[in-house]
């Protein structure tokens, strides 16, 4: 009879392979835990950005465990979505109250109706929102004939005043029609002049802000000079406008309100109303939701507006959301909450109903700043 084998015991150097294995199994580990829970808490923090709950939902929730007679503030039918209900609709992208996110990707061209309407302006519905402007042509001439036949000179600002509004263009070549009468770009309505373009928008809102006491910055810089200058094309206009944005900033740290001028492609009856036997420009607000100021913008829209349909009824076209699947989905309006998008008429306005409008949005936002200062 053979004796017992006796048992090896492992050699060191299979014990420090071991342990380095199990260390990096470890540290692997955690790090993956780590970046789960990063992406958790982004798509979670998304989903409860668009989940838009009503006053009494979110005081419920808030202190609903800590005193149970919170559990009766809100209705049972308004009841929040639990967090799975909040997690499923973060991972697939589907949401629940909203039937279009089922089929919305699947078919061609309904990522249009991605786009949310906040408040709906009279006539506004989702077969004739905003239009984005299409690229400008490759070289720009100068426009003839300009139906302004002065440009309206900047006021001077007091240096003394803290300039707390910043009046930019991404799309600083938008112009209209009326104003390229006879013009090679009539068609497409784009002009490097800015006497004829978004850019003397800018000038008329700063020539109210102004003569209200109100400090501004208004960069007239030419963004299609500006993308070619980089060799970047007209997908990233957004791009280079944040640089202007974040270099103003930097500039002038009072800067608190960020305003985006546009013009809308829209045709001429859905973008002009008539108030007082007097035409206008009618005005849209483009809200990024994919931001994190997105709510405290979309606030200042609504208060811009209620201010405008106070004296200017019908003026307001809507207030819209966009997220990345139909549109940048940003707008700069990261860079602080109170930044705004603007629409100033369509294509086929003439100059003199934009000013009227650019004007009056002037003066609703005076208004807002100086109540916001008391």
Same mark, same amino acid.
């Given at each position: 009879?053979?004796?017992?084998?006796?048992?090896?015991?492992?050699?060191?150097?299979?014990?420090?392979?071991?342990?380095?294995?199990?260390? /990096?199994? /470890? &540290?692997?580990?955690?790090?993956?835990?780590? &970046?789960?829970?990063?992406?958790?808490?982004?798509?979670?923090?998304?989903?409860?950005?668009?989940?838009?709950?009503?006053?009494?939902?979110?005081? @419920?929730?808030?202190?609903?465990?800590?005193? &149970? +007679?919170?559990?009766?503030?809100?209705?049972?039918?308004?009841?929040? =979505?639990? #967090?799975?209900?909040?997690?499923?609709?973060? &991972?697939?992208?589907?949401?629940?109250?909203?039937?279009?996110?089922?089929?919305?990707?699947?078919?061609?061209?309904?990522?249009?109706?991605?786009?949310? !309407?906040?408040?709906?302006?009279?006539?506004? $519905?989702?077969?004739?929102?905003?239009?984005?402007?299409?690229?400008?042509?490759?070289?720009? +001439?100068?426009?003839?004939?300009?139906?302004r036949k002065h440009k309206n000179a900047q006021p001077s600002v007091d240096q003394k005043l803290k300039k707390v509004v910043l009046l930019y263009h991404t799309h600083s070549w938008e112009s209209?029609?009326?104003? %390229?009468?006879?013009? $090679?770009?009539?068609?497409?309505?784009?002009s490097a002049d800015p006497d004829l373009d978004v850019i003397q928008d800018g000038t008329e809102i700063g020539n109210v802000l102004a003569d209200n006491g109100i400090g501004y910055v208004h960069?007239?810089?030419? =963004?299609?000079?500006?993308? =070619?200058?980089?060799?970047?094309?007209?997908?990233?206009?957004?791009?280079?406008?944040?640089?202007?944005?974040?270099?103003?900033?930097?500039?002038?740290?009072?800067?608190?309100?960020? !305003?985006?001028?546009?013009?809308?492609?829209?045709? @001429?009856?859905?973008?002009?109303?008539? !108030?007082?036997?007097?035409?206008?420009?009618? #005005?849209?607000?483009? !809200?990024?939701?994919?931001?994190? $100021?997105?709510?405290?913008?979309?606030? %200042?829209?609504?208060?811009?507006?209620?201010?405008?349909?106070?004296?200017?009824?019908?003026?307001?076209?809507?207030i819209i959301g966009k997220t990345k699947n139909d549109g940048n989905g940003v707008y700069n309006q990261d860079l602080s909450k109170n930044a705004l998008l603007i629409e100033i008429g369509g294509?086929?306005?003439?100059?003199?109903?934009?000013?009227?409008?650019?004007?009056?949005?002037?003066?609703? +936002?005076?208004?807002? #700043?100086?109540?916001?200062?008391?």
């Amino acid at each position: 009879m053979k004796p017992p084998t006796p048992h090896k015991s492992p050699s060191l150097i299979q014990e420090i392979l071991s342990r380095y294995v199990f260390l /990096l199994i /470890l &540290v692997y580990g955690l790090a993956a835990l780590i &970046v789960m829970s990063n992406v958790k808490i982004g798509l979670l923090d998304g989903a409860i950005q668009q989940a838009e709950w009503p006053a009494e939902t979110v005081l @419920r929730e808030t202190f609903g465990n800590e005193n &149970v +007679l919170f559990n009766h503030a809100a209705p049972s039918l308004n009841k929040p =979505k639990n #967090i799975y209900h909040l997690i499923l609709e973060a &991972v697939t992208d589907i949401r629940f109250d909203d039937v279009r996110s089922l089929f919305g990707s699947e078919l061609p061209g309904f990522t249009l109706y991605n786009t949310k !309407i906040f408040i709906a302006g009279k006539g506004l $519905n989702y077969t004739n929102l905003p239009k984005e402007s299409p690229p400008p042509p490759e070289i720009i +001439l100068e426009a003839p004939a300009p139906e302004r036949k002065h440009k309206n000179a900047q006021p001077s600002v007091d240096q003394k005043l803290k300039k707390v509004v910043l009046l930019y263009h991404t799309h600083s070549w938008e112009s209209y029609k009326p104003a %390229l009468a006879g013009g $090679n770009h009539a068609v497409s309505a784009v002009s490097a002049d800015p006497d004829l373009d978004v850019i003397q928008d800018g000038t008329e809102i700063g020539n109210v802000l102004a003569d209200n006491g109100i400090g501004y910055v208004h960069d007239e810089s030419n =963004k299609t000079v500006g993308l =070619k200058k980089h060799g970047w094309g007209y997908n990233e206009a957004y791009q280079y406008s944040r640089s202007v944005v974040q270099s103003n900033l930097k500039k002038n740290p009072d800067l608190t309100y960020l !305003i985006d001028i546009h013009r809308d492609s829209s045709g @001429r009856k859905f973008t002009t109303t008539s !108030i007082n036997s007097v035409s206008y420009a009618r #005005i849209s607000f483009i !809200i990024g939701e994919d931001n994190p $100021n997105y709510s405290a913008n979309l606030y %200042l829209a609504k208060q811009i507006k209620d201010l405008l349909d106070k004296r200017y009824p019908g003026l307001v076209r809507g207030i819209i959301g966009k997220t990345k699947n139909d549109g940048n989905g940003v707008y700069n309006q990261d860079l602080s909450k109170n930044a705004l998008l603007i629409e100033i008429g369509g294509v086929d306005n003439s100059l003199a109903e934009v000013d009227r409008s650019s004007r009056a949005f002037a003066e609703a +936002l005076s208004t807002f #700043i100086k109540e916001r200062k008391k």
